[in-house]
T-cell receptor, first 110, second 116 residues
Framework: TQLLEQSPQFLSIQEGENLTVYCNSSSVFSSLQWYRQEPGEGPVLLVT?????EVKKLKRLTFQFGDARKDSSLHITAAQPGDTGLYLCAVIFGNEKLTFGTGTRLTIIP | NAGVMQNPRHLVRRRGQEARLRCSPMKGHSHVYWYRQLPEEGLKFMVYLQKENIIDESGMPKERFSAEFPKEGPSILRIQQVVRGDSAAYFCASSPLPASPVDTQYFGPGTRLTVL
């Protein structure tokens, strides 16, 4: 059983469209992180959300932490080819180790 | 300040050989974490080390895998007698303090191990 389920698993959309990807769990977390991983590279931290209901914006990316702190969403406005990558949510669960979600592989078609 | 460095970036081994993966954490970071990413799967925690100590190896296979982080030099992940199922990307991350829910682990570019 996965601690963090991400959906959709794969998403392919045209440049300029908007999209939302989700990270869900039945557990409550004190915080949640989103990473982007490009092919051949390691994950890079995009944002950490810590308060239920919190919304953080990073240029065209909007991150939201659910009120109950069990889920999160990432919304991208006017997607660009540079947004292509694997998006991972993650939490610190247990002894300082990051637990990652199943990932959403996003492809933006020019 | 250089980021987390891993070498080699690509490693090819035949079944039964040993693989050694190296990780140099960011300057000033004394906490190192190793993760494995199998093809088409997510990142899975393997082991957490501080200088000269293994703190948590709950994600490491019990046989053939070992890790160290000596007082001097890089952290090493060693896989003995590799099998095809060991083919994966291995990532190292470092942090200056024990990772907390609001702190950041910085990831290296990974070593892609292929076992023939």
């Amino acid at each position: 059983t996965q601690l963090l389920e991400q959906s959709p698993q794969f998403l392919s959309i045209q440049e300029g469209e908007n999209l939302t990807v989700y990270c869900n769990s039945s557990s409550v977390f004190s915080s949640l992180q989103w990473y982007r991983q490009e092919p051949g590279e390691g994950p890079v931290l995009l944002v950490t959300v810590v308060t239920g209901g919190e919304v953080k914006k990073l240029k065209r990316l909007t991150f939201q932490f659910g009120d109950a702190r069990k889920d999160s969403s990432l919304h991208i406005t006017a997607a660009q080819p540079g947004d292509t990558g694997l998006y991972l949510c993650a939490v610190i669960f247990g002894n300082e180790k990051l637990t990652f979600g199943t990932g959403t592989r996003l492809t933006i078609i020019p | 300040n250089a980021g987390v460095m891993q070498n080699p970036r690509h490693l090819v081994r035949r079944r039964g050989q040993e693989a050694r993966l190296r990780c140099s954490p960011m300057k000033g970071h004394s906490h190192v974490y190793w993760y494995r990413q199998l093809p088409e799967e997510g990142l899975k925690f393997m082991v957490y080390l501080q200088k000269e100590n293994i703190i948590d190896e709950s994600g490491m296979p019990k046989e053939r895998f070992s890790a160290e982080f000596p007082k001097e030099g890089p952290s090493i992940l060693r896989i003995q007698q590799v099998v095809r199922g060991d083919s994966a990307a291995y990532f190292c991350a470092s942090s200056p303090l024990p990772a907390s829910p609001v702190d950041t682990q910085y990831f290296g570019p990974g070593t892609r191990l292929t076992v023939l």
